[in-house]
T-cell receptor, first 112, second 114 residues
Framework: GENVEQHPSTLSVQEGDSAVIKCTYS??????FPWYKQELGKRPQLIID?????GEKKDQRIAVTLNKTAKHFSLHITETQPEDSAVYFC???????????FGTGTRLQVTL | DGGITQSPKYLFRKEGQNVTLSCEQN?????MYWYRQDPGQGLRLIYY???????QKGDIAEGYSVSREKKESFPLTVTSAQKNPTAFYLC?????????????FGPGTRLTVT
């Protein structure tokens, strides 16, 4: 089955700096790659996703890049703010039943 | 935060007892999922269902059971066979097809078994 690895497990940046979180996946058939944000004590929420026919997608300060050849994808957050502090999860899916395999999460802390 | 609900928020049980966690959605989604979340391990899929009266095992189904008798409901039973049941349980739903793969999560149930 699919295996998703996520790095780093923790990341601390200063407000205004950029943050990058990286994930690799094992199943070349995977074609959908979402990123979820989970604030402390709350449910995970989708922040951005990308399908395999696209190499990059951007939404304001957040962007995701996908390298299908290398089987890795990354989340980029620019101009970080304290409210970006949360745990971020990447995931991959082959699209069948939209079954997701999640990475182990990255705890991002944005310091003032 | 409507759409998908879980109850209760906190649940305490004695070892050896079965316990059922509730999950309801009014999003008209076909697919529903149960995940277990432990510190440092992300979200692990327990069971999922693409349609009423059908469900499949996920990666860690042992010690759990589910039913899908109604489109809106996907209860999870944690049986006494589950060796480490204390965890945070999240239910999710999605359209489950090419229209949208986004999964919407419920608020979760924190189960403590002593």
């Amino acid at each position: 089955g699919e295996n998703v690895e996520q790095h780093p497990s923790t990341l601390s940046v200063q407000e205004g700096d950029s943050a990058v979180i990286k994930c690799t996946y094992s199943d070349s058939a995977s074609n959908y790659f979402p990123w979820y944000k989970q604030e402390l004590g709350k449910r995970p929420q989708l922040i951005i996703d990308i399908r395999s026919n696209v190499g990059e997608k951007k939404d304001q300060r957040i962007a995701v890049t996908l390298n299908k050849t290398a089987k890795h994808f990354s989340l980029h957050i620019t101009e970080t703010q304290p409210e970006d502090s949360a745990v971020y999860f990447c995931a991959a899916s082959t699209g069948t039943a939209s079954k997701l395999t999640f990475g182990t999460g990255t705890r991002l802390q944005v310091t003032l | 935060d409507g759409g998908i609900t879980q109850s209760p928020k906190y649940l305490f049980r004695k070892e050896g007892q079965n316990v059922t966690l509730s999950c309801e959605q009014n999003l008209n989604h076909d697919a529903m999922y149960w995940y277990r979340q432990d510190p440092g391990q992300g979200l692990r899929l327990i069971y999922y269902s693409q349609i009423v009266n059908d469900f499949q095992k996920g990666d860690i189904a042992e010690g759990y059971s589910v039913s899908r008798e109604k489109k809106e409901s996907f209860p999870l039973t944690v049986t006494s066979a589950q060796k480490n049941p204390t965890a945070f349980y999240l239910c999710a739903s999605s359209m489950g097809d090419y229209r949208s793969y986004e999964q919407y999560f419920g608020p979760g149930t924190r189960l403590t078994v002593t």
